[in-house]
T-cell receptor, first 112, second 113 residues
Framework: EAQVTQNPRYLITVTGKKLTVTCSQN?????MSWYRQDPGLGLRQIYY???????DKGDVPEGYKVSRKEKRNFPLILESPSPNQTSLYFC???????????FGPGTRLLVL | AQKITQTQPGMFVQEKEAVTLDCTYD???????LFWYKQPSSGEMIFLIYQGSYDEQNATEGRYSLNFQKARKSANLVISASQLGDSAMYFC??????????FGSGTKLNVKP
């Protein structure tokens, strides 16, 4: 089944404790992206990747890191999480950047 | 600067009636893409419809159509014959600057029986 998977789906952590949210797609998509969703703000793009080893900042990259060592994986790293990073995070992928994105199920993060 | 605007935080529609969800955008690019997504209460993001800036015909996908008015920079979603399962958040999004996506703040649609 073609899909985008994210893990974990739910995470509670404390300020400053490094964490990684994994994202994997099995559709051989070139374009992958991370978003955060906050009430009243819609989705905001954090980082995106056009292909392996090609990543760039989106609208709200501060406090986040990404890497794209393999085509299928695009992990989101929070080196030192803070409470303002409490949010719902989505990973998405598309065959090419200009095509429809397919979203993962979301990861709900709470930073205490 | 705000790139994409959805002015209706919430809307009600009677089952079986049509409803229009508004979306306006701001870009000086000539080439861009417009998307609509549905987010039910379960949280997943579901792609509904796509319109390219050079497409002359309005996009349609089943009961969904996109009323694209390029000069007015609007890309309204029309849902015909609303169903109870259409109750959800709806997001408009624009792809421009080659590879950046911007989403609107969403419209919560409630379909009344």
């Amino acid at each position: 089944e073609a899909q985008v998977t994210q893990n974990p789906r739910y995470l509670i952590t404390v300020t400053g404790k490094k964490l990684t949210v994994t994202c994997s797609q099995n559709m051989n998509h070139e374009y992958m992206s991370w978003y955060r969703q906050d009430p009243g703000l819609g989705l905001r793009q954090i980082y995106y990747s056009m292909n392996v080893e090609v990543t760039d900042k989106g609208d709200v990259p501060e406090g986040y890191k990404v890497s794209r060592k393999e085509k299928r994986n695009f992990p989101l790293i929070l080196e030192s999480p803070s409470p303002n990073q409490t949010s719902l995070y989505f990973c998405a992928s598309s065959r090419k950047y200009q095509e429809t994105q397919y979203f993962g199920p979301g990861t709900r993060l709470l930073v205490l | 600067a705000q790139k994409i605007t959805q002015t209706q935080p919430g809307m009600f529609v009677q089952e079986k009636e049509a409803v229009t969800l508004d979306c306006t955008y701001d870009t000086s690019d000539q080439s861009y893409g417009l998307f609509w997504y549905k987010q039910p209460s379960s949280g997943e993001m579901i792609f509904l419809i796509y319109q390219g800036s050079y497409d002359e015909q309005n996009a349609t996908e089943g009961r969904y159509s996109l009323n694209f008015q390029k000069a007015r920079k609007s890309a309204n979603l029309v849902i015909s014959a609303s169903q109870l399962g259409d109750s959800a958040m709806y997001f408009c999004a624009i792809l421009y600057n080659i590879n950046k996506f911007y989403f609107g703040s969403g419209t919560k649609l409630n379909v009344k029986p």
